[in-house]
């Protein structure tokens, strides 16, 4: 039996979702590279977390605390991965290296912070938002530039990630009969991140080498 069917079916849902995006991205340029990162960390994080939620909902339980760690760690290299794409979107040669740098050092933080205990999903909300907010700003800033449509929907890709998130911090006060909170989070995660995929796309094909 899956202890929450709901949360680990769209979770999987997720993961064949970010897998395909991945794989279909121009990895030719290093914004095309940094985005199929971004999907492809996305997809182990979904995988992780339903295995989880259906199979190991025991918190107390080593495989359920060791497989949750790796969920957070991988919700980690996403936003590593998005710090990394929007450098490639906002900024110059040097600059946007200084900022990948930096993201480098916050993930091993953050990691560290992961390993040490903390097991709050909460915390990789955290560790994810400022990266989500900047590669909006990201796309924001290349459809002010080129007018170009495919920017404009990853921004509001992003922008529904971050309504995702806060759907998903409101708690049980939006569950329904057949989804909880957590599973209405994956559904509007699914939409806002094709979304990105279609900004995602149209960049790495302009700034492919």
Sequence with gaps: MIAEPDVALTD??????????????????PAGRWFATFFGAT?????????????????????SRLLWQTTL???????LAGWAAGAHLLLPGARRRWLVRAALVEFVGYAVLVLSGTQAFRVA???????????????????????????????LGLGLTLIASAVQQGGTALD???LDHNAIY?????VALALVFVGAR???RRTAC
Excluded: K
């Excluded at 999987?12 to 340029?29: A, N």
């Excluded at 997809?43 to 495989?63: E, I, K, S």
């Excluded at 900047?134 to 530039?145: D, I, K, M, N, V």
């Design 202 to 204: 149209a960049v790495a």
């Design 12 to 29: 999987y849902g997720l993961v064949v979702e970010c897998g395909v995006f991945s794989w279909c991205l121009d990895r030719t340029s």
């Design 176 to 178: 329904t009969r057949w």
């Design 73 to 79: 760690l991988a919700i980690g290299m996403t936003a």
């Design 125 to 155: 909300v955290y560790d994810y938002l400022p990266a989500a907010l900047f590669l909006l700003l990201g796309f924001a800033f290349t459809f002010a530039r080129t007018l170009e449509r495919p920017a404009l929907l990853g921004a």
């Design 43 to 63: 997809a182990a994080a979904a995988l992780v977390g339903g295995t989880v939620h259906g199979f190991f909902p025991d918190a107390d339980a080593l495989a």
């Design 186 to 190: 994956h559904v509007i995660q699914g």
